[in-house]
Structure formats: structure tokens, C-alpha cells
T-cell receptor
Framework: AQTVTQSQPEMSVQEAETVTLSCTYD???????LFWYKQPPSRQMILVIR??????QNATENRFSVNFQKAAKSFSLKISDSQLGDTAMYFC???????????????FGTGTLLAVQP | SAVISQKPSRDICQRGTSLTIQCQVD?????MFWYRQQPGQSLTLIAT?????????ESGFVIDKFPISRPNLTFSTLTVSNMSPEDSSIYLC????????????FGPGTRLLVL
């Protein structure tokens, strides 16, 4: 069974600085997807970034980028130039590749609460 | 990405009653997913709802407690039956999209408090 581990329950960063959130996962699959979701106080789950396991290049979305280390099964999220609006719970998630069946589940980590300080 | 709406956005209910949550998507989707997020916890999948067939429930969730309807390709409902305070959670509807249908998008959630 696949598992996702986020070892940092809480983190804090100063506005405009850079922060990295950690995520590790365990799987025997070779084809899968990894995601970071953000859940601000409004409780809306917002997709931040996604990574296909078959792609070596790390995904980037504006200030958000990942460090995907497939051999180490590590998928960290880097937030550059942190903004107050980045304050949220961040969830790392894993899903097997679609070839394994359309009903593959999205498996979440326990989350990291990030506070951006002014 | 799909635009997903849920009703109600929040509710306070008495134990023993039932609440039906509605989920509307702005495009046709094959599968819709219902998640529960208990206070301070991560998301747990309740069931997957396909149009025209019975929903598939995850371990620990049963149809009698969480009946689901899926009358068409843009709409689904989740009912939380015979509620107890332990059912106080956020319930989220979700659909898949993206280039190969692998990305899940979530509705705004329904925050339920059972007294």
C-alpha cells in the first residue's frame, strides 16, 4: 500500500523569504503522480503543483517549485518570496498512474501548517 | 479545471437527523468523489460515485450511513444519516480533470457541526 509522510506538522517563514516543505512517499509503482494542495483558512482545497513520475524535470508554477527525487521517494515543495496569502495547510498527495485503473485513489499526507509572518 | 459548487456551505444539525449535501460541476464528469475531513485531520475518501451505477465505498464507510446519488454527469448528493457529533467534519466533493484525467479538483466543502 502507498503511504505519504509529511514530517513537519508546522512551519513558519518570514514574508519574502523562502521555505521548503518536506514530503516522502512509499510505493512500488513506477508510474504515478504527485501533488501539493493548499488549504487556506477558507478550507478550499487548491491545487498548487503536480508532478508526473516519468518526468525528470521538476515542476514549477510561479513562486512554487518542487524537488522531485524519485530514487529517494522524496517530493519537497519550495515556496519562494513567501507572501502572507501563502499561510495555509499544505498537503502532499500521491496517486498511481491511470493505467492502473481509473478508480485509483488520491492518498494524502497529514499536512504541514505554514504560517507566513509579516 | 472544473468549477465545483456545494450546498450548503455549512450547517449545524441535531443528532439523529440527516443532512443532504449537493455537489454541482460545470462540466460532465464520469466519476465524482466524496471526502471527509475531520477536525485537524487530512482528507479521507468516503466513496466514488459513477453515473448510472452504485457508489463504491471505502473501508469504514457504508451506504446506510452515507447514501449517495448520482443522477447525471454533473450532479451528486451525499447524505449523512442519523448524525452524531462524531460526524462533525468538512465534507468535500471532488472530480478529476487535467491532461490525462489524473488531477483532482475540489469543491469548497460543507462544514457540518452536529450537536
Amino acid at each position: 500500500a502507498q503511504t505519504v509522510t509529511q514530517s513537519q506538522p508546522e512551519m513558519s517563514v518570514q514574508e519574502a523569504e523562502t521555505v521548503t516543505l518536506s514530503c516522502t512517499y512509499d510505493t512500488s509503482e513506477n508510474n504515478y503522480y504527485l501533488f501539493w494542495y493548499k488549504q487556506p483558512p477558507s478550507r478550499q482545497m487548491i491545487l498548487v503543483i503536480r508532478q508526473e513520475a516519468y518526468k525528470q524535470q521538476n515542476a514549477t508554477e510561479n513562486r512554487f517549485s518542487v524537488n522531485f527525487q524519485k530514487a529517494a521517494k522524496s517530493f519537497s515543495l519550495k515556496i519562494s518570496d513567501s507572501q502572507l496569502g501563502d499561510t495555509a495547510m499544505y498537503f502532499c498527495a500521491f496517486m498511481k498512474g491511470m493505467a492502473g485503473g481509473a478508480t485509483n485513489k488520491l492518498i494524502f499526507g497529514t499536512g504541514t501548517l505554514l504560517a507566513v509572518q509579516p | 479545471s472544473a468549477v465545483i459548487s456545494q450546498k450548503p456551505s455549512r450547517d449545524i444539525c441535531q443528532r439523529g437527523t440527516s443532512l443532504t449535501i449537493q455537489c454541482q460541476v460545470d462540466s460532465q464528469v464520469t466519476m465524482m468523489f466524496w471526502y471527509r475531513q475531520q477536525p485537524g485531520q487530512s482528507l479521507t475518501l468516503i466513496a466514488t460515485a459513477n453515473q448510472g451505477s452504485e457508489a463504491t465505498y471505502e473501508s469504514g464507510f457504508v451506504i446506510d450511513k452515507f447514501p449517495i446519488s448520482r443522477p447525471n454527469l454533473t450532479f451528486s448528493t451525499l447524505t449523512v444519516s442519523n448524525m452524531s457529533p462524531e460526524d462533525s467534519s468538512i465534507y468535500l466533493c471532488s472530480v478529476r480533470g487535467g491532461p490525462t484525467g489524473e488531477t483532482q479538483y475540489f469543491g469548497p466543502g460543507t462544514r457540518l457541526l452536529v450537536l
